[in-house]
């Protein structure tokens, strides 16, 4: 049996693993999950919340939390634990994951660094801004947005002082894990309206550079559910799971 990828593209850390499988023309099955949808089976006196929370996922993974890889017998969570495992199984070009253990090490630093700052950022503001009105019937407080996108602005510094420096890339000359979790992390606020990059010159062309070395049309198929987020506004969610989800974020905004 080949790798199943269990992915929903509108989530950052799908969108890394499905660019990198494609763009290496790994074979997979993609298993396209919802996290925004209720689970088949769900009623109103016995609602199921999310697809990750249906019994045939939390086989795949007990963390309910995609991605998910699914190898044969063996599977996996967590973005880079996947593509770590990717680019080792199927022997991707060096420059993604490099064999040399300085080089190597810079990649996992970034990707330890992320989960700790850029992420939860990235995180807070697309709640406030796209899922706060969906699921609360009005709009986030504006102070509470502006002071998430001053958060922001701290490890953007970061980003570019300390990761990309004077480099094309942020371990060297061609594209790394690293970049491909960064800028896909950063998508989802560009997509949705937030020019973050702004005065940051270099930032912009590193960008440009990833969505490059990438393939245009490859990073915007990734990109379409993102960039199209205007639709779900469109999307009918169930009263109970409206009432499950409201104390989680009316207390971002307390």
Known sequence: ?????????????????????????????????????????????????????????????????????????????????????????????DHWYPLDMKKRARVDEYLSWQHSSIRPSVFKIFWLKVVFPLYVDQTAPEEKLQEALEDLAIPLKQLEEKFLQD?????????????????????????IGYNIFEDMPKLVEWRSRVEKAVGKELFQEAHKVILNFQDLNNMLIEPQLKEQMKPRLLKMVA
């Not at 689970?39 to 999310?50: D, E, L, V, W």
């Open 167 to 191: 480099k094309p890339f942020l371990v060297g000359n061609k594209i790394s894990l690293a970049d491909l979790v960064a800028v896909t992390d950063l998508m989802q606020l560009i997509a």
């Open 1 to 93: 049996m080949g790798i199943e990828l269990y992915l929903d593209l509108l989530s950052p850390p799908c969108r890394s693993v499905y660019i990198f499988a494609k763009k290496n023309n790994i074979t997979f099955t993609f298993k396209q999950m919802e996290l925004f949808t209720p689970a088949a089976g769900s009623s109103a006196n016995s609602p199921t919340p999310r697809q990750q929370h249906s019994d045939g996922f939390g086989k795949v993974n007990v963390l309910r939390k995609v991605p998910a890889l699914k190898d044969g017998g063996f599977t996996l969570a967590e973005s880079p634990a996947i593509l770590a495992y990717l680019s080792q199984k199927y022997k991707t070009p």
